[in-house]
Structures are given as structure tokens and as C-alpha cells.
């Protein structure tokens, strides 16, 4: 893995609801905070469904009433190389973050986990997805993802300026 920012990937389902909710909430609390230009964040799905997709209407619209435009956005499924890539995949709920560690070759499995677990806001916490839901759905999904965010952007500031956060 190249020097450079920190690189978190979030990973859910099809990459259209839950993952880009949370990879605008994560790139909206870090530019707001002295980590701004130091952690890159990207989205991916297990599933390739979407890939090219915009995330889903009611994703973009709860975003943008949370002042965040997540409409440039485009669902990609996860790839071999983001194991490379990434410091860490941050996965919505247990299913994921399973498939994921299946795909994961030897030594990139410590770095999967759980991301409300890993930002230290729900212990062993998952996203439920609100596809099959309504805008109150998406709120729910957006409110556990922000406040991931901003635990996310807490862990990562205090970590020292040299060092990845180890599993």
C-alpha cells in the first residue's frame, strides 16, 4: 500500500443507498476538520447490480437535506485491488463485511470491519438498509452514518500524524 492519506472504503449491498449515504457523510465531516486532504473515501457494493448507477433518488434527496450532494456519485462493485488500496473497508452490516472477508486475500482481513463499530458509536452495530423503504428510512441510515462520521473523524484525529489506525 502507497504512502499518502488514509483511505477508507465503505462497503454495503449495491452500493446505492447505504455506502454512499455514508461515504457523503464522511467526505462532509472531513473537509469541515483539520483532516481535510489527509483521508480519501470512496464507496463500493458486494453487487454489481448498479455499477454506473447514481446512488437512489431518496439517498441523493436525504443528503441534500443534510447540505451533502451525493448525486455525482456512481455505484462501482468492490474489486480485488481496493484490498490494495484501502487502509480500511468500513462494511454496513454483518453480510457485507462476511462477503467481504471471503474475498479478502491473507493479511487484508484484519483491516474489514463493521463501520458504526469501528467509529465506535454502535459495538457490533450494522446499517439497516432502507431500499425497500421511505424517506424516513433514509433519515434513519443517514443520522447512524453521520454520526459515525464525525466518530470517524474523532478516531482519526487522534490517532498520531504518522501512523494508519491498526486493527
Do not use: K
Not at 484484519?110 to 424517506?135: I, K, S
Amino acid at each position: 500500500m502507497s504512502a499518502g492519506p488514509t483511505r477508507l472504503l465503505v462497503v454495503c449491498l449495491g452500493n446505492i443507498c447505504r455506502s454512499p449515504l455514508a461515504e457523503g457523510a464522511l467526505r462532509a465531516r472531513i473537509e469541515a476538520s483539520p483532516l481535510a486532504g489527509r483521508v480519501m473515501v470512496d464507496s463500493a457494493g458486494t453487487g454489481g447490480w448498479h455499477a454506473g448507477e447514481p446512488p437512489d433518488r431518496r439517498a441523493i434527496a436525504c443528503a441534500r437535506g443534510h447540505g451533502v450532494d451525493i448525486a455525482g456519485l456512481r455505484a462501482r462493485q468492490l474489486r480485488a485491488r481496493d484490498f490494495e488500496d484501502f487502509h480500511w473497508l468500513l462494511c454496513a452490516d454483518a453480510d457485507n463485511l462476511r462477503d467481504v472477508r471471503a474475498l479478502a486475500p491473507p493479511g487484508a482481513r484484519e483491516r474489514t470491519a463493521l463501520l458504526l463499530d469501528w467509529a465506535g458509536t454502535v459495538p457490533h452495530g450494522e446499517v439497516p438498509d432502507p431500499y425497500y423503504g421511505d424517506g424516513s428510512h433514509f433519515e434513519g441510515v443517514w443520522q447512524l452514518v453521520d454520526t459515525a462520521a464525525r466518530a470517524v473523524v474523532d478516531r482519526l484525529s487522534a490517532r498520531p500524524a504518522s501512523g494508519i489506525i491498526r486493527p
